[in-house]
């Protein structure tokens, strides 16, 4: 190594570096704003969902999340499951998508567990 190339990096090395900045301010305000965009998002799906899927569908099946496209509903059989996934999963995506106006549901995906009680917000 030159003189040059050893002075330049004993300079550098001597140079107030930055502190570093603690990352969970950071990660904290990326997740609220991910959750608030979820929140907003879920509104006019749990709309939509109440006025496409047949009544005795849902009556047993409850929407609690929407994200990257993909409406996760919760229902307490195999049987609700395999309808709204594989028997109504196209018309619903579709009617949903109709009434909000824009293409935000591309897929259902149900997960199986007893519904929350209905006074619960």
Do not use: F, H
């Not at 330049?8 to 990352?23: F, T, Y």
């Not at 998002?41 to 709309?47: H, M, T, Y």
């Not at 949903?96 to 007893?114: S, Y």
């Amino acid at each position: 190594m030159s003189m040059d190339g050893r002075l330049e990096k004993a300079w550098l090395s001597r140079q107030r570096r930055e502190p570093a900045s603690a990352i969970g301010p950071l990660v904290s305000g990326w997740w609220q704003r991910q959750a608030s965009r979820e929140a907003r998002e879920l509104g006019p799906a749990r709309r939509a969902w109440a006025e496409v899927v047949p009544p005795e569908v849902g009556e047993a099946a409850e929407v609690t999340g929407l994200r990257a496209g993909q409406l996760r509903v919760r229902v307490e059989s195999a049987v609700e499951r395999y309808v709204i996934e594989v028997v109504l999963q196209d018309e619903l995506v579709r009617s949903m998508n109709n009434l909000m106006g824009r293409v935000a549901v591309r897929r259902i995906r149900c997960e199986m567990g007893p519904a929350e009680p209905r006074g619960r917000a």
